[in-house]
């Protein structure tokens, strides 16, 4: 009896660990740092990122003008390489033959990518705190700040939830990279009541930090990441996708 009891008991511990891990892993890969395929390179590049973080909010934290400079330093790096790599003819190609095959290549490609991705969240963080004022503070703070927290969720659960469904793979444009497709086209999800869930929702998290700071550089700095992606899906992306999902063409790298 005492067995058969604490059976159920077991389970509900093992899939909530199996999900939090889940969870976890998720978290850690769309902030840059992609589990399934962790070196000793990609963990010291990581942990010199978080180094890095901690210096300049702890040692620099009104320094606005290294916050812009880092701003848009990473958002040119950022913007740049995936319309140069991921383009048709882009520079995709040469990582493949850099690194002998596309595996190897695309793994050199993500790895790069996820470390751009942690300095992008973290300069719009930065600009945001090392720009604080006074934008909206004829509001109740209280009352703000749970709104703000509702918002801040509600994108951050978007944006893991799509993750999930469209797998990191597909977070990390690996279909672009590849030039062909890898999955099925996801309309499953977040993706059955938003079209674009990723760039579009899942961007709320950076407004609301930047209102709770009150900082009038750091909702330009949101608004200018979300605007240049969208960009990014428009000329680029798009086009990759009706070109291959939606008229069901593949295309290999490997034959270029």
Do not use: C
């Amino acid at each position: 009896m005492f067995k058969i009891s604490k059976m159920p008991y077991k389970n509900i511990i093992t899939n909530f660990l199996k999900k939090f891990h889940l969870f976890i892993t998720l978290l850690l890969s769309i902030s840059g740092y992609v589990v399934k395929h962790a070196t000793i390179p990609r963990t010291i590049a990581i942990l010199s990122s978080l180094t890095f973080s901690i210096y300049i909010v702890n040692y620099q934290p009104h320094n606005y003008k290294l916050a812009i400079f880092y701003f848009i330093l990473v958002e040119v790096f950022y913007i740049g390489f995936i319309t140069l790599v991921l383009k048709e003819n882009g520079f995709r190609h040469w990582f493949i033959k850099k690194w002998g095959d596309e595996h190897e290549g695309y793994l050199a490609y993500e790895a790069t990518l996820g470390f751009i991705f942690f300095h992008n969240a973290l300069s719009i963080g930065y600009i945001a705190s090392t720009t604080s004022g006074n934008l909206l503070n004829f509001f109740h703070k209280e009352l703000l700040l749970v709104i703000l927290a509702i918002l801040f969720i509600f994108g951050f659960i978007i944006k893991i939830w799509a993750a999930k469904v469209v797998s990191i793979d597909i977070y990390y444009w690996k279909d672009m990279f590849l030039g062909k497709k890898i999955t099925d086209f996801v309309e499953t999800g977040p993706y059955k009541y938003f079209n674009n869930p990723m760039y579009g929702i899942g961007q709320i998290q950076a407004y609301a930090i930047a209102v709770w700071y009150g900082s009038k550089h750091g909702l330009i700095a949101a608004l200018l990441n979300q605007t240049l992606i969208f960009l990014f899906f428009y000329f680029i992306e798009k086009k990759f996708i009706e070109r291959v999902y939606q008229n069901n063409i593949t295309e290999s790298v490997s034959a270029d």
